[in-house]
């Protein structure tokens, strides 16, 4: 039980264009999801919070313009880079947190997507 | 913070050994800490949490103690197999009720030698 999945696992774009991740909870209904950026040898830099039906919340120095976040539902949330550049390259992953109360608060983290961008 | 450029801490052990890894953590007001496993290029992978109420909870294989006098939590591994080797990362959560938000430590590298 507590899969996420993320779509898709590597991603190659040009310069100026965007590129959406998915991540989905495959088993369980998430409450909140969290975005995380991760560059190598590096820990995970939270980016943004997202619940269900309401506005993501970003960390600070996370431009919200440029991360869109989408969560449609329980179970997807979506995370738009958009107008990429070079620096925007880097491994993104998701997690999810399941809907219950404080007894049940880890979060399960996606695979992963790798962008880079040329 | 993180400081850009760092190499992470490193442990190698030999296979069949018990592993220590450390984690210094900063916020006197977390309640919950979770240690994650995480292969390369892949995304973290659950083994534990405790909770502030606790002091010492036990997996398979694995244990966490936690010291919140010193603010320092630890990830024991007996019987440390190749499978291991992987970057573990402890997280805490920072004010518990419902700010769920995790805090990374740096990670460390654990390479088991077979």
């Known amino acids: 039980g507590a899969v996420v999945s993320q779509h898709p696992s590597w991603v190659i774009c040009k310069s100026g264009t965007s590129v959406k991740i998915e991540c989905r909870s495959l088993?369980?209904?998430?409450?909140?999801m969290f975005w995380y950026r991760q560059f190598p040898k590096q820990s995970l830099m939270l980016m943004a919070t997202?619940?269900?039906?309401?506005?993501?919340?970003?960390e600070q120095g996370v431009e919200k313009d440029k991360f869109l976040i989408n969560h449609a539902s329980l179970t997807l949330s979506t995370l738009t880079v958009t107008s990429a550049h070079p620096e925007d390259s880097s491994f993104y992953i998701c997690?999810?947190?399941?809907?219950?109360?404080?007894?049940?608060?880890?979060?399960?983290f996606g695979p992963g997507t790798r962008l880079t961008v040329l | 913070g993180e400081s850009v450029g760092l190499h992470l801490p490193t442990l190698s052990v030999q296979e069949g050994d018990n592993s220590i890894i450390n984690c210094a953590y900063s916020?006197?007001?977390?309640?919950?800490f979770i240690w994650y496993k995480q292969e390369s290029g892949k995304g973290p992978q659950f083994i534990i949490d405790?909770?502030?109420?606790?002091d010492k909870r036990q997996g398979q294989r694995v244990t966490v103690l936690l010291n919140k006098t010193v603010k320092h939590l630890s990830l024991q591994i007996a019987a440390t197999q190749p499978g291991d080797s992987a970057v573990y990362f402890c997280?805490?959560?920072?004010?518990?009720?419902?700010?769920?938000?995790?805090?990374f430590g740096k990670g460390t590298l654990l390479t088991v030698n077979p």
């Open positions: 997280a805490e959560n920072g004010s518990g009720g419902s700010n769920y938000k995790l805090t």
């Open positions: 997202s619940n269900e039906g309401s506005k993501a919340t970003y």
């Open positions: 916020n006197s007001a977390s309640d919950y």
């Open positions: 997690s999810a947190q399941e809907l219950a109360g404080l007894a049940t608060d880890t979060q399960y």
């Open positions: 405790i909770r502030s109420n606790m």
């Open positions: 088993d369980f209904q998430a409450t909140t």
